[in-house]
Structures are given as C-alpha cells and as structure tokens.
C-alpha cells in the first residue's frame, strides 16, 4: 500500500504557523493628510470667506505676439470658495485613504499643490488696487529665476545618485559666478567666463570628491566648509580685486538674449521655451540629457548601481570611487555654468554673496523632486514662481506685506523638505564611504 504526499501549495501556512495580516506593510503616517487639511482650512478662510470682491485679470499675450488672447477675468471671490473647497475635498480623500491605511497616491498632492498656487495667485490679484497681472510674464520671469536652481539641483541628483551627499552646491554656484565675472571682464568674452565658470565649479567639486572619497571625511561637513570658503574666497578677492579696478576685473558683457524666429513670437510658450539666453537653453538641454543619461544608458544604470548597492556593483567590476569621482566632478560642472547665469545674464558684475543661498534652495528643489532630474526642474520652477511672485505683486500693489513675500520661496522650501509630496527615499548609499574590502 502506497501512500502519496501532496506538496502544499506555495503560501500556504504550515502547522506549527501563525500568519500575521499585514505584518510587512508599512504604517501609513498622518503627515500628509494634517498637512493638506491645514492648509485646506487656511485657503477656505482666506481664500474664500476673507477674498476680495474683485475680478482679477490674467494677460495671455504680450506685445509682438502673432495673435493675442483674450484677457482672463476669474472672479475672485466665488473662484476662492470653489477652489477652497476643491482642496478641502482633496485633504478629505488623503484622511480618508489614511483611515484605511492606504497611502495618499502621488498625484493627490501634486494636484492639492497646483489648485493651491491657482487660488492664492487669483486672491492675490484679486486683492490688488491694479487687479491685472501678465500671466506670460509671471510664468516667463520664473523660469528665468529658476535657472540657477535647475543647474544646482541637477547637481546634486548627480552627486547623490551616485552616493555622494553634494551640500556645497551654493559654493559651486558662487565660485561659477565669480569665475564668470573675472575671466569674462579680463578677456571681454562672456562665452569665454562660461567655460571658466564651470571649471571652477569642478574645482570645487574636486576638493569635495578628494576629502570625502578618498579620505573619507564626513560628506556633510565637507560641503559646509567648502560653503564657507568660497564665500570667503570670492568675498576677499572681490574687496582686494575687483573693487580696486571694477572696469578692468568685474564689467563682463552679459550673454546675449536668442529669439527663435517665429516659434518666440508664440503666446504664453515662446518667451519660456524660445526666447532664453543660453544658459537658458543648456538647462533644457542639460534636464533631458541627464535625465536620458541616468535612466536609458548603460553609464546611468552602473550609477545608480553605484549609489544604491555599491558593493554589488564592485563585485560586477564597476570601480565604484572612479565613478563617484567623476560624476561629482561633472556634477559641480553644472552646477558652475547655473552660477554664471548671476553674472553674466541677471546682471552685469559680480557682489558679495550674489547667490543668496539658492544652493540651498536647489538641494530642497532635489529633495523635494525625489532625485529625479524631471522633477527637480519642475520642483525648481515652483521655487522661481514664489521667487517672481514676490517682485510682481509689489508692483500691482497687494495687501499682503512684502516681509511676508519675501520669505514665501523659503517657506515652500520648507514645506518641500518636510514632505508635502510624500516621503521621499534618497539612493541606498547616499552619504555612506565605501571602502574595498
């Protein structure tokens, strides 16, 4: 008599076993859904119940445009209570996906973000004594502000996708700009300042890849102290050289403004996309050939091999520290040609701390795109609309105290980094040496 014994089906509990629902899923924080219905609450009361009782006007067109668009007129009032109530919806969904333990979808504060700028930018205008804004040249002035952003945040996703924590970005975009300055005045050639701005942003690089990789120092205080020195170093050599001989060491001629024929004269998208200067069009160039490089070539995938699993990708044959040699080098690179754009396109000289910590602003604008060049630029082009809001609704004349505006780009940096998008996962290895066993 024979006896057969079935296998038991994969994953079925054996005896002796307990099976515990759920015990691999991760908790589900309440940070997001507090978060959206806070600021849900405050856009209800000031937004909708508090909004003024103008319309606000929003110009398409500008002049020279092949046709022009009519002029939108959003009354603010009623639009407030709609789009309020619009993201008091959206907060109620993220309680309620909470509640199940679900996690909020990505879109869910993407959109909660745009809805939010859309009503605060009609009560703004709305609130204004001259209720009319150029929407064209809002949108056209922050891209313009967000280019040194874009090259700093590209920056680091090549830094720390590669395992290297690049806090010295506001360094390599100073010592750009400084760079730019000097060798573009002494050699009267500003595309001449723009090589030179991104050697010395390799410089600085250099230093950074030196300690950290090959003599491990902590990567965080290298790039704080390399922060400091180039202040210090382009503070001093700016006192003892330029200002003692300005015509000669600090007068560089901008880089020049390119219209595309016919495709500039498009409304609302040619003076973004076609009428740039050209840092303008290396940082559109520069976010797709980044982001390509990373995600569609062999040379992307041994980095981010790198950054998460370095030990595997020895064992494969990669040489891991020549790899994060290289790319914080090329790294700091790009981030030295996004500091010329300070001297040689936003204004004509260079001045102590001309970068304003928008290194900084850059690292949070990495952050808050989730190491991903896509979503740094776009992270980076919400930072440059609070930056350009700020200077707009001066001149239109609105309620709102500028001390308030001028700390709105860092009060979305902080809302960026504390995580208004989810929680975001740095690569595996970011900020940790590797040493060869």
Known sequence: MSTTTTAPKPGTPQPGTTRIQGS????????????????????FVFFGVMG???TAKFGISSAGDFFQLPV???PAFLAGIVLSVVLLGLAGYAVYLKTRNQSAPRWLPIAFIVVFVVAFLIWLVGGARTPNISLAGLIAGSVTLAVPLVFGSLSGVLCERVGVVNIAIEGQL???????????????????????AALAGAVVSVVLALFSIKYLVNQIIVGVVLNVLVSG????????????DPEQFNSPDRLPIVDIPVLSSIPLIGPILFRQSVVGYLMY????????????TKWGLRVRAVGEHPEAADTMGIKVNATRFWNVTLGGAIAGIGGSFFTLVAIDSFTKEISGGRGFIALAALIFGRWNPIGAFFAALLFGFADNLQSIVTIIGTPVPSQFMAMLPYLVTVLAVAGLVGRSRP???????????
């Open 233 to 244: 170093l382009t503070g001093f050599m700016f006192s003892t050289v330029m200002q003692a």
């Open 285 to 296: 160039i520069a976010v797709i050939v980044v982001w390509i490089g990373l995600f569609k």
């Open 52 to 54: 003024p009782n103008q």
């Open 427 to 437: 690569p595996a290895a970011s900020g940790i040496p590797y040493v060869k066993g």
């Open 24 to 43: 691999s899923a991760k908790p589900v924080t309440w940070k997001i859904p507090i978060l959206l219905a806070a600021l849900g609450l405050v856009a």
């Open 72 to 74: 939108i007129e959003v």
């Open 174 to 196: 100073l010592g750009g700009a400084f760079t730019a300055a000097i060798v573009a005045s002494i050699t009267k050639n500003p595309f001449i300042g723009l090589l030179a």
